[in-house]
């Protein structure tokens, strides 16, 4: 029997609309039925969204013991198929997030990196330049965060790139004492630079 995440505490929230008792129940049922042992889950929120009546959005935030944070997110024309596989996701993100715990072991030196050797490209620029300059329009900031620089593994900031949605993980890198970014690349790997 599972009692590591029995009654988080889990907060619903309907944008657009005025939230029905069934469908906040449904989520909470939904969320609560999580019986996976770890991480832990502190606190849960769930974010629905209808746009258009057509469009439903499920997006569910785990704050889970150690710091760790877990969220996904689905679009569908249902809100309870929205809600389905959100939790899905979540829950294969912390089964994957458990497996590479326990598979995981202290890097020794360079058996932990994939090394790549260098390549240097480099191009004549002003050969393909246009002729013209088209000015486009200044951008602007859709989206504001703030992060702490955390001291991590490289490993460590894989496993918590892969634990969210977002593009890239900053962080110290705990080894070699650098400003680090890692973040998934369109095939599948991963891809890290050093700030200096």
Known sequence: MQTKNVNPNITVTLRHEEITDSLR?????????????YPKIIEAKAILDVEGGRRHKAEIILFCANHIVIDASTETDDMYKSIDFTIDKIARRMRKHKT???????PR??????????????ANFLDNLPDEVVEEPEPFFVHKESISLRRLFKEEAVMELDLTERPFVIFENARRNVTSIVWRKGDGDYGMFDIT
């Open 25 to 37: 129940e449904y989520a909470i049922n939904k969320i609560s039925g999580i019986h996976l042992d």
């Open 100 to 106: 590479r715990l326990l598979k995981r072991r202290t």
């Open 109 to 122: 030196g360079e058996e932990s990196i994939r090394y790549l050797d260098e390549r240097n490209y480099q």
